[in-house]
């Protein structure tokens, strides 16, 4: 029941045009302004307000691609590896999650699994995104928001922020963790991947992208600790072509791809390597 999830999370979520708090009737979320937010038919409630925002995030076709890789479980070492760490990040167990840019919701969906009681809210600026997460898990809400504004989230209100490969906006992450609250962020390092960037002309990952990482995060956040996941996949052509259509190299190259995997052995080892870092907030 999707109004039963988005009931969860209200009282954690602020009106996007005043601030003040939501509340849910019917199929809407309101406030005392009367500022009225429909639930969309496939279970999401948009928050974007304003000028239609630039952000659309990724569309329909990437969001097919991403969920058929992660059905075919190549990601499930680092989904587990997601679970754990937001299972154990603080001494007791999470109540609430926030997943920021959570696409299908693959990685909530395995942290509310770990552990029993929590409540989850996705949060991505795509439609098609924000429609997949709604269906994600049951204990997880949905809501169309974009990373780089303000966030429609009251502060101090989570316990765990989760950002896989995914935007990061560390002054608002600090603003609505709740105190002792942790972020954990999946950032893929240079290895990831690696096989394929060249004979696809894909994207490759900047090998200063750690340290990028700290940066942002300095200032709001210490790290408390990281760890590598790196696994080897044997990836048929059809998950090369959907790991390569669900990324930031899905618009480049798209009309030859078939034919630049076509060569390639079938399956093709190719190297999973990101890392999962613990914030804690200054
Ligand atoms: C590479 S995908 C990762 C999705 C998911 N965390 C996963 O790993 O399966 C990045 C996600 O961030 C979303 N995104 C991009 N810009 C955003 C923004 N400004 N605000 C919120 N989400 C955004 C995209 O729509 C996309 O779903
Ligand atoms: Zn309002």
């Not at 429609?131 to 504004?149: E, K, N, T, Y």
């Not at 966030?151 to 765990?160: E, H, K, T």
């Not at 300095?218 to 990324?247: Q, W």
């Not at 995997?261 to 390597?273: F, K, N, R």
Request: proline share 7%; aromatic share 4%; charged share 20%.
């Amino acid at each position: 029941m999707v109004e039963l999830q988005l009931a969860a999370i209200a009282p954690m979520l602020a009106c996007p045009e005043c601030g003040d708090i939501l509340a849910i009737r019917d199929r809407s979320l309101f406030c005392a302004q009367r500022h009225n937010f429909d639930i969309a038919r496939q279970g999401y409630v948009s928050l974007l307000t304003g000028a239609a925002t630039k952000m659309s995030g990724d569309t329909a076709a990437m969001l097919d691609a991403r969920a058929a890789f992660q059905d075919a479980r190549h990601f499930a070492p680092i989904a587990d590896a997601v679970a754990t760490t937001v299972g154990s990040a603080r001494q007791s167990p999470p109540r609430s999650i926030l997943e920021i840019g959570a696409g299908t919701g693959y990685y909530l969906a395995a942290a509310l699994d770990a552990i029993g009681e929590a409540t989850g809210t996705a949060l991505d600026v795509s439609k098609p995104a924000a429609r997949r997460a709604a269906r994600a898990h049951p204990r997880a809400a949905s809501i169309l928001a974009d990373a780089w504004r303000g966030l429609p989230i009251r502060s101090g209100q989570f316990d765990v922020v989760l950002s896989v490969f995914a935007p990061r906006n560390a002054e608002e992450i600090a603003r609505i963790l709740a105190p002792g609250g942790r972020f954990v962020v999946v950032t893929p390092t240079p290895r990831h991947l690696s096989e394929l960037i060249e004979p696809l002309s894909m994207i490759s990952v900047d090998a200063t992208k750690q340290d990028r990482l700290a940066e942002t995060l300095s200032g709001h956040f210490t790290e408390l600790d990281h760890t590598l996941i790196e696994y080897p996949m044997s990836l048929t052509h059809a998950d090369i072509s959907n790991v390569v259509a669900m990324g930031p190299s899905a618009h480049h190259a798209a009309d030859t791809r078939a034919t630049r995997i076509a060569p390639l052995p079938d399956p093709m080892p190719i190297t999973a390597s990101v890392t999962i870092s613990t914030y804690r907030k200054d």
